[in-house]
């Protein structure tokens, strides 16, 4: 017993597990406190549990993982190159001009939130299908309006993601696998359609990019026989300070260097070459669509592989995250509701005045950098909120989820490990660890805009839900 009694004479070293409050309390009492952030598999659901047990079954598990090797094989073996600009009339499958692409799952007009009308309605403006965005707003709502998820037109959209007819899109290529990808332009901005404005600058910046800035890409990379192998890009992008979602700074010197020999060769006046020049420089998010179609050119050659758990699509519409996986092939989507994103905001703005998480952009986490490569970029922490150590803590802990390492795209500074590559929707459930994701925040109402940025995660109910589908589907 005195033994027992010289224990509680001393100070406590304590190891808490789960409950964070705990250790709280226990650091309020002068204990020294280790936290475990742990929860139970499955979050405790016998369901998901049982689906967990019938993955670990000897005949199961080596379907499964053979099927998880193909897919980051794919995901890593692919190389996506840019091959050209052209509106999305003219290249993105099943596009007509009363087709608008939207970012995230499948929504309707009715269930949109504002961000996504403001922009939805401005693109339609933009289109001269509607004289101002009242108007719009009733043709959207008139049925007359096609609406369609980007990724299942082998697009992705930035935050809101509308994407219409006349405006000009990235072509990516994979030369490994044959399979292409698309994207819109970057508006530069922070009032821009792509975050729910939609007053007349906003529309005239598009008829800009569509009569000047679309056409001079589009006419420089007929010059560029080879195109630009954007992997080889966003290696060095990273290596020099990116993490290539929401910094950019690298990645747009990068690919404007690459593409101005090409620009200065066209017949377009020297004073709209300027502006071109002018608008790149602008802002750093020239190159960031760039990168989300590299993205999913690669995700895309990994997509409907039977029996694999792997995650090639994580996109959000403002109302609901989803999620496709390799192995439920076509477009299958699992969803849960959106979420909100903390972080720094805009002068003049609150928490409060955020819409939820928005756009197609995780589609980089999806393939292992933004969120994901922090430790390759801490400096960006100055927009997106936390500290250096936090921003390499995010990238290690994704290793936790993720199936391998890419070793085509390194981090230097954790010894030039490879990004965490093939999100596990097996290791996400058993876990408890979500994928991180840095993002942009859009005001919740249409027209106004960026109000700031942050870190924010998925909901965990669209994994389970993948992973009880899988259970079902293994073959």
């Known amino acids: 017993m005195s033994r027992i009694s010289d224990l509680f004479k001393s100070k406590p070293h304590v190891i808490n597990v789960g409950i964070e409050s705990f250790k709280d309390d226990l650091l309020q009492q002068g204990a020294e406190v280790i936290h475990l952030d ?13 689906a967990l047990d019938k993955f670990e079954s000897p005949e199961i598990l080596g379907k499964i993982e053979a099927a998880n090797r193909l897919a980051v094989e794919r995901i890593i073996n692919s190389q996506p190159v840019l091959i050209g600009y052209d509106q999305a009339i003219n290249c993105v499958p099943g596009m007509t001009k009363t087709t608008i692409l939207h970012a995230g799952p499948p929504i309707s007009w009715d269930k949109m939130n504002g961000p996504m009308k403001g922009a ?28 369609s998820p980007c990724h299942e037109h082998n697009c992705v959209g930035s935050m809101a993601g509308v994407t219409s007819a006349s405006m000009f899109m990235h072509i990516v290529e994979n030369k490994t696998y044959g399979n292409i990808a698309y994207t819109n332009l970057s508006e530069q901005l922070a009032k821009i359609l792509r975050m729910g404005a939609n007053d007349q600058s906003v529309i005239d910046r598009l008829i800009w990019m569509r009569d000047v800035f679309g056409p001079i890409l589009r006419d420089a990379m007929k010059l560029n026989p080879n195109g630009i192998d954007l992997r080889l890009m966003l290696a060095q992008a990273l290596h020099m300070g990116d993490e290539c979602h929401n910094r950019n700074v690298a990645g747009t010197t990068l690919l404007i260097q690459a593409l101005t020999p090409y620009i200065l ?3 377009y006046t020297i004073a709209q070459k300027k502006e071109v020049f002018d608008f790149v420089a602008s802002s750093d998010y020239f190159s960031g669509p760039t990168w989300m179609a590299m993205a999913k050119c690669a995700l895309d050659a990994a997509h409907g592989i039977e029996n694999s758990t792997v995650v090639t699509t994580m996109a959000r519409n403002g109302v609901e995250f989803g999620i496709r996986v390799s192995g439920m092939p076509g477009n299958t989507w699992f969803t849960g509701p959106a979420q909100k994103v903390i972080g720094p905001m805009f002068a003049g703005y609150k928490p409060e005045d955020s819409g939820l998480d928005i756009g197609d952009s995780a589609i980089t986490e999806t393939y292992g950098f933004g969120g994901f490569a922090m430790a390759t970029a801490p400096a960006i922490v100055a927009l997106v909120g936390g500290t250096p150590e936090e921003a390499i803590g995010y990238t290690t802990k994704m290793k936790e989820i993720t199936t391998t390492e890419n070793p085509n795209v390194t981090i230097p500074l954790l010894d030039f490990m490879g ?43 669209a994994f389970e839900k993948a992973l009880q589908a899988l259970s079902e589907n293994i073959q």
């Open 265 to 267: 060769q066209t017949d």
């Open 38 to 50: 742990w929860t139970p598999p499955g979050r405790g659901n016998p369901a998901l549990i049982a």
């Open 120 to 147: 939805v309605t401005g693109a339609i403006v933009f289109e001269g299908l509607a004289k101002d965005v009242e108007e719009a707003a009733e043709l959207a709502a008139s049925g007359e309006i096609t609406f």
């Open 419 to 461: 990004i965490p590559t093939g999100i596990d929707v097996r290791k996400v459930v058993q876990t408890g660890i979500m994928p991180v994701i840095n993002t942009a925040i859009a005001h919740k109402e249409a027209g106004i805009g960026m109000i700031g940025a942050g870190i924010t995660y998925p909901p965990v109910e």
